[in-house]
């Protein structure tokens, strides 16, 4: 083994394969945080880059490719674990390898269209080819269909590699959420001229795809993680793996119902929708609280420091942002004045940057650390040690900043431009034009550039941690 070089002669198939999915997913993530940039300033100079890259074009790239960029690091994290959990070599990877260049070029191709092709007419083919005009799942419909084939090729190169070898809680868990994972983006290709039929199923995807799927894979990765870094007991995490699954699917189901109050359906949701819909997130923080109780046994040794940061990290940050910013917004009584404001947009930072993002990073850093042959990551990392701990520091910094600037803004929106105006024109635009919103817009500015900053160190830390590294990993087990 080649201990502080990247070298691939130190990963197995799967983990190549997940190396890969890992490459794009960072690079979508930088484009992520440039074009959030560039919409943040849009707020700013509403003139800026106007008829060339305008703000529902910038935003459209921004948001999809928040989504892209997870997607690929959830499936990269599920290959890099396929051949430890299952115990054989990952079955289809030259499909496997396929599908992602499949996915990657298609994507690109999406991004490009978006930028230079933009809209076109009402029609077939521009929902075929150009843009859904669906929110947050814009991508057109031949794009659509290629996420679901691939989708169903990862799903099949794990269900496989599973069959092959061994099975355990974690393998059963994610092999059935990669089922829901395929099945329930099907929701969003539905076409009808009904508008509250449309977003019935639309919020399907949006809801279900993210918030019950996408959390059940998170909770599968956690428990693999904790295994790994702390060494804490199976039973243990698989234990909790079972409980969120069955208050993912219980409150994750009914807690769709918060998206129903506003377009038609009957009022018993107003109730269901706002109390379900907080309890998602709690079964991954017990985990997390219990496995590091359990791992006092080994004085609280960890195989990586910056991976287990970045779960404990996603611990807080998926039960603040997804559950108490949630439960705090989604409370129908609540929402009536704040759906569609800034603070809509403050939650959604906060939630799918701490459920989702820093559960992804955290894996980045568990494969960097094999990539590199296994290297000590843990305490006293020399030279470079600092940059890991900085970048944490300012993501987070960053997006609470961020978070907080728009939750501002948001609490001027829904006392203006609801609770005064009523949901009028004249209201919208006297709120937006309101001091407040106008400094909450500048510091989200102020707190996107300490974002990008985290962000480019991120990456820099990356490419150089553990580089010439010559002591092995701590061993927790």
């Known amino acids: ?63 999809n490719a928040l989504v892209i960029w997870l997607l690929f690091g959830f499936m990269g994290a599920v290959y890099w674990l396929l051949e430890d959990e299952a115990g054989v070599e990952t079955v289809g990877l030259k499909l496997g390898n396929l599908a992602f260049w499949v996915f990657t070029l298609a994507v690109t191709i999406v991004v490009l269209v978006y930028l230079f092709v933009q809209v076109g007419p009402g ?16 991508a057109p419909r031949w794009a659509d269909i290629g996420i679901v084939i691939c989708i169903l090729v990862f ?60 959390e059940v894979l ?12 702390l060494g804490v007991r199976r039973q243990i995490v698989t234990t909790w793996l079972y409980i969120e699954v069955a208050l993912m699917f219980g409150s994750g189901i009914l807690g769709l119902g918060h998206h129903y ?21 709690i079964p991954l923080v017990a985990m997390v609280v219990h496995a590091l109780y359990d791992s006092g046994v080994h004085k609280f040794k960890a195989a990586n420091h910056p991976a287990m940061a970045w779960l ?32 809509s947009a403050s939650h959604g930072h906060l939630s799918f940057f701490g459920a989702y993002a820093t559960i992804v990073i955290a ?6 650390q094999q990539w590199r042959g296994g290297v000590w990551m ?29 939750l501002v803004a948001g609490y001027e929106q829904s006392f203006i431009e609801r609770a005064i105006e009523g949901s009028t024109w004249s209201g919208y635009f006297a709120a937006q034009m309101h001091p407040w919103f106008i400094q909450g817009m500048n510091w989200r500015m102020v707190f996107g550039i300490v974002t990008a900053a985290g962000t480019v160190l991120l990456v820099w830390d990356l490419l150089t941690i553990g580089k010439g590294e010559k002591r092995t990993r701590q061993e927790v087990s």
Request: one cysteine or more.
């Open 261 to 281: 109050f506003w377009i038609g359906t009957p009022e018993y949701w107003f109730t269901i929708g706002g109390f379900f819909s907080a309890l998602e997130p």
């Open 378 to 406: 843990s305490g006293d990392l020399p030279g470079n040690g600092w940059k890991w701990k900085w970048s944490l520091a300012l993501l987070n910094i960053g997006v609470l900043g961020m978070t907080m600037a728009m």
């Open 123 to 138: 029609d077939d083919t521009t929902r075929w080819l150009i843009n859904e005009g669906r929110e947050y799942i814009e």
């Open 155 to 214: 799903f099949y190169n794990a269900a496989a590699t599973f069959m092959k070898g061994s099975w355990s809680g974690i393998s059963g868990v994610l092999i059935l959420d990669l089922v829901a994972l395929a099945g329930l983006y099907l929701a969003g290709m539905f076409y009808t001229t009904n508008i509250s039929v449309d977003q019935f199923w639309w919020w399907w995807v949006i809801h279900l795809w993210v918030e019950a799927t996408w």
């Open 1 to 63: 083994m080649n201990n502080g070089v990247l070298d691939s002669n130190n990963l197995n198939g799967g983990q190549k394969l997940a190396v890969k999915y890992f490459s794009v997913a960072v690079i979508l993530f930088v484009a992520q945080i440039l074009f959030g940039l560039v919409t943040a300033l849009q707020y700013i100079i509403p003139e800026l880059f106007f008829e060339v890259l305008d703000f529902s074009v910038a935003r459209t790239v921004h948001i």
């Open 363 to 368: 894996v980045f850093y568990i494969a960097v």
């Open 218 to 229: 998170v909770g599968c990765i956690m428990a693999w993680g904790l295994i790994k870094l």
């Open 312 to 343: 404990i990290a996603h611990t807080f940050g998926n039960f603040f942002g997804a559950g108490v910013f949630g439960f705090m917004h989604t409370l129908p009584q609540i929402n009536l004045y704040t759906h569609g404001t800034q603070w």
